[in-house]
């Protein structure tokens, strides 16, 4: 759901949507379980079923908790916009550090990418975390922030129409960036 007031607009993933995040790592974890539990292979499925649980048994807690917490997908103002549509979340990013927005399609899936005028500094505010997430994540899509049409209540040709205008205006405006 995406509401507007104004110049602010909140886009919500809406809840069925929120539901299949974490449903696939959540079984994906309950799999690997059952592979470390079960010793009729011995050795090998213990091994996937460890190998599995460490990547996906992180990342269907974070899905869990993000998809219980409910927080707007993304926030755009007339200052910029705030993104926490996925696990590389960029957080807050004025209009002013926005080079450009685009739709592109990746394995059957479709990302609204942003690239930034300056990597380094954008970068640099991320967490340790969110940096090496975004090196392994880097060569799938042409952005520096990915926000994965899975979050999304509308098309992503809509909001890229809407982040530019937004942008579009923020830059015929010429104020200082009001969040600093």
């Known amino acids: ?8 607009v909140v ?6 949507k929120r539901r299949r995040l974490y449903v696939l790592p959540t079984i994906v974890s309950f799999v690997a379980v059952v592979l470390i539990a079960d010793r009729s292979d011995k050795t090998f499925g213990l091994i996937l079923g460890v190998v599995i649980l460490v990547f996906f048994g992180p990342l269907a ?9 409910n927080r707007p997908a993304l926030v755009l103002d007339a200052d910029g916009f705030t993104d926490h549509g996925s696990l590389i979340s960029a957080g807050y990013v004025s209009w002013q550090e926005v080079a450009q927005i685009e739709e ?8 609204v990418t942003v690239k930034v005028t300056d990597q380094a500094a954008f970068l640099a505010r991320q967490s340790a ?3 090496f997430l975004r090196r392994v994540n880097g060569p799938m899509a042409a952005g520096d922030i990915l926000i994965p049409d899975n979050v999304l209540p509308m098309r992503p040709a809509e ?3 809407t982040m530019r205008r937004l942008q579009r205006a923020a830059q015929r405006s010429g104020g200082p960036d009001r969040r600093g």
């Open 61 to 69: 807690l974070v899905m869990l908790l993000r998809g219980v917490r």
């Open 104 to 111: 592109r399609a990746f394995r059957r899936r479709v990302f």
């Open 129 to 131: 975390w969110h940096r």
């Open 11 to 16: 886009i919500e993933t809406p809840p069925r």
């Open 1 to 8: 759901m995406a509401t507007q007031t104004g110049d602010r």
């Open 159 to 161: 909001l890229v129409k």
